[in-house]
């Protein structure tokens, strides 16, 4: 499965941008991460494929949002309300289709098996 993350960019605090994911195949679970230069990638937000199931990162809860479009086999990030400690190089990630795991797992970056490039997301203050 190939992944191909857009939308990323340069915005103020207070802003919204939306954060794209497109899959080249099915998978289980989609998931979004983000890095800044010397921390671990962290965990922001995940959902199943299939299903209704999400979960998210304390830092983004009710000002980001993960949904799907399957007929597109794209996942979005929709992040309103940005600050500038959300910036980073955020990453979608896919587990295989077929490899279910607790939803706990979701947060673990070991839990997945396909990563995309990455896409810089700057927000000034």
């Known amino acids: 499965v190939q992944l191909q993350a857009s939308g990323g960019g340069l915005v103020r605090t207070g802003d919204s941008l939306r954060l794209s994911c497109a899959a080249s195949g099915r998978t289980e679970v989609m998931g979004w991460f983000r890095q800044v230069p010397g921390k671990e990638r962290e965990f922001v937000a995940a959902?199943?494929?299939?299903?209704?199931?999400?979960k998210y990162a304390e830092s983004v809860k009710d000002r980001f949002y993960i949904s799907k479009d399957r007929t597109e086999n794209t996942v979005y990030l929709q992040m309103n309300s940005l600050k500038p400690e959300d910036t980073a190089v955020y990453y979608c990630a896919a587990r295989s289709t077929g490899r279910v795991i607790l939803s706990s797992m979701w947060s673990s970056a070991l839990s997945y098996d396909y990563w995309g490039q990455g896409t810089q997301v700057t927000v000034s203050s």
């Open positions: 959902c199943t494929w299939n299903g209704g199931s999400t």
